[in-house]
């Protein structure tokens, strides 16, 4: 398709025209800047290549990769019923306490101003009641002023009281002994996108991919990983895994040390994407949220098997046995290449001499904030005795094979 006219094209069009239809007037008369000729026809032009230019942005507006802004929100709106998640505030726990017993009972209420030392405002979000002779803490929850990912604030950080409260001690003191979660920009133009372009794909229900779609939309959000949990054979055992990572963890999940006890904090966000999945997961499945980043790790496992067992049952077990241990482990915790060495010693129809797990060859550590996660697509198993292949499936009826 031929690029649209720009002014240029406009003028020589209409000069050329001119020239065409009247011999007495030069061209010179027409491109010279300031003639009466050369006025009229470059603001003619001009108004054209007003309608031009909205012709371009009309058009753009129809296809979803050249959209912007709210062009884009009423398309995805329209085609998909999807809305740009807004900026959402940062929330979070503050513990306040005094030097010396309170001499009343008296309430924070909710809406009382805190701050931190850079100037970001935070309320509290409950009445809280402070009860006579108490020193604290008082854990109240509270939320950001403003909305935005530079409104997480790191522990330790909440640490002014900027409002004024009805029978307020001269000492009591506020802090956040956790980091506070959930705090975003307004998503972009690409993530709009990329969750449009993905509507279709998981617009069925219960799926993982609609699972993982359910929890993008959730305010504070990035990323989304679901994965099912399997019972010993390899079945699913009617419960699912989905890690979501929000901002604060993308930014702190790549270095050492990290806001602290940053998990315990991240529930909020965690129960905020569990509840918005009540219209998507399947009926009487258990979806357990955690907030984290995912690190995929492939194992590669060679059997020595009992005689007289099912090698192929024994093989879908020993597989299966990896991926519980290491699904199950938390954000933060490594993969203990003994502890899964014991959990294939508890295999019935192995028989593990240390050397089972060829692949990885020891420990995996895990920053704070990462978890560890595999699949049994991840997990390969060998014959150790090289008499009889492994099948890498699952075993879905439970049939005993044949040759096992």
Do not use: H
Request: net charge negative; charged share 20%; with cysteine.
């Amino acid at each position: 398709m031929p690029d649209l006219p720009t002014w240029d094209d406009l003028f020589r069009a209409a000069r050329d025209e001119i020239l065409l239809r009247n011999g007495r007037i030069s061209r010179d008369a027409v491109e010279r800047d300031g003639m009466d000729a050369n006025i009229l026809v470059a603001a003619a032009c001009a108004a054209g290549d007003e309608v031009v230019g909205q012709l371009a942005e009309l058009q753009a507006s129809l296809f979803l990769d050249s959209a912007t802004g709210q062009a884009l929100d009423r398309l995805v709106y329209d085609r998909y019923g999807l809305v740009r998640k807004s900026a959402a505030a940062s929330l979070g726990t503050v513990q306040f306490s005094t030097l010396v017993g309170a001499p009343a009972t008296f309430t924070i209420p909710s809406g009382t101003s805190l701050a931190t030392a850079d100037g970001r405002g935070f309320i509290t979000t409950q009445n809280a009641i402070y009860s006579a002779g108490s020193v604290g803490p008082l854990a109240v929850t509270v939320r950001s002023v403003l909305a935005g990912a530079d409104q997480n604030a790191k522990s330790g950080t909440i640490t002014s009281i900027t409002g004024v409260f009805p029978s307020q001690p001269a000492d009591i003191r506020v802090s956040n002994p956790y980091a506070t979660t959930g705090g975003d920009d307004s998503e972009t133009d690409v993530s709009l996108r990329e969750r449009a372009r993905r509507y279709f794909t998981t617009v069925r229900r219960g799926t993982l991919g609609a699972i993982e779609e359910a929890a993008l939309g959730v305010d504070g959000v990035r990323k989304a990983a679901a994965f099912e949990v399997i019972d010993a054979l390899g079945r699913p055992a009617r419960m699912v895994q989905l890690v979501v990572t929000d901002a604060f963890t993308e930014q702190f999940v790549d270095y050492d040390v990290v806001p602290a006890r940053y998990e315990v904090q991240s529930q909020y966000l965690a129960t905020g994407v569990f509840n918005a999945l009540a219209d998507v997961r399947p009926a009487g499945i258990y979806v357990q949220v955690q907030v984290g980043n995912v690190v995929l790790q492939a194992f590669q496992l060679s059997l020595t098997f009992s005689a007289g067992v099912d090698v192929q049952d024994a093989a879908l077990r020993a597989r299966a046995a990896i991926v519980n241990y290491v699904n199950g482990l938390a954000p933060g915790a490594p993969f203990v290449f003994d502890d899964a060495n014991a959990k294939l010693a508890a295999v019935s129809g192995l028989a593990t001499n240390g050397s089972t797990i060829i692949s990885p060859a020891g420990n995996v550590a895990a920053k704070p904030l990462q978890i560890i996660r595999t699949s049994l697509g991840l997990v390969a198993a060998l014959a150790a005795q090289n008499d009889q292949p492994l099948i890498t499936g699952t075993n879905p009826d439970a049939l005993t094979l044949a040759g096992g």
